[in-house]
T-cell receptor, first 114, second 116 residues
Framework: DAKTTQPPSMDCAEGRAANLPCNHS???????VYWYRQIHSQGPQYIIH???NNETNEMASLIITEDRKSSTLILPHATLRDTAVYYC???????????????FGAGTQVVVTP | DGGITQSPKYLFRKEGQNVTLSCEQN?????MYWYRQDPGQGLRLIYY???????QKGDIAEGYSVSREKKESFPLTVTSAQKNPTAFYLC???????????????FGAGSRLTVL
């Protein structure tokens, strides 16, 4: 699986957009980008994933560069409840032969301030 | 509502005792996982299971054991052989292989184990 690099921390003002970067320069053609977040003392929560097109759901938007070497998770209007550690993970499809596991790195600690 | 239930939420154990953490899911997911998280750290995979009666070691399986006798259940036993068992334990599940949804994990609320 491709390695990802995220900043260790970032602050965001409540009501503003939070843009979380992730570098994955060694990503291969069949690997997806997944984002999860973990609020303190809770289990991680899936946010969004994509292959090469930009994706949007009720929680966030995912922008993947054309060369797929980096991506940005966008929280359009950050609230205090968005304070969490955000994990960017790159993983290919799990086949029966290559069944594996998601590697959660250190992630980015996002603090949303009033 | 479908989801994953972990119990107990908090558990205290004396050194030398085995403890079993429960994990039950009603999502009809094929795969289940156990992760460990230490303070300020990411998640590390202990064991995972693709199917009933089959499971694989993750990165830190030593001192742990699991069983998968039912699709819905994947209990984790922390044995006395685990040298530093105090941690936050997370159970997760996902759909089977072959789709991008297989990497979409649903997590439980976690079990916090403290060894006294």
């Amino acid at each position: 699986d491709a390695k990802t690099t995220q900043p260790p921390s970032m602050d965001c003002a409540e009501g503003r957009a939070a843009n979380l970067p992730c570098n994955h320069s060694t990503i291969s053609g069949n690997e997806y980008v997944y984002w999860y977040r973990q609020i303190h003392s809770q289990g991680p929560q899936y946010i969004i994933h994509g292959l090469k097109n930009n994706e949007t759901n009720e929680m966030a938007s995912l922008i993947i560069t054309e060369d797929r070497k980096s991506s940005t998770l966008i929280l359009p209007h950050a609230t205090l409840r968005d304070t969490a550690v955000y994990y960017c993970i790159v993983r290919g499809l799990m086949t029966t032969d290559s069944w594996g596991k998601l590697q959660f790195g250190a992630g980015t600690q996002v603090v949303v301030t009033p | 509502d479908g989801g994953i239930t972990q119990s107990p939420k908090y558990l205290f154990r004396k050194e030398g005792q085995n403890v079993t953490l429960s994990c039950e899911q009603n999502l009809n997911h094929d795969a289940m996982y156990w992760y460990r998280q230490d303070p300020g750290q990411g998640l590390r995979l202990i064991y995972y299971s693709q199917i009933v009666n089959d499971f694989q070691k993750g990165d830190i399986a030593e001192g742990y054991s699991v069983s998968r006798e039912k699709k819905e259940s994947f209990p984790l036993t922390v044995t006395s052989a685990q040298k530093n068992p105090t941690a936050f334990y997370l159970c997760a599940s996902s759909k089977g292989p072959g789709t991008s949804g297989a990497n979409v994990l649903t997590f439980g609320a976690g079990s916090r184990l403290t060894v006294l």
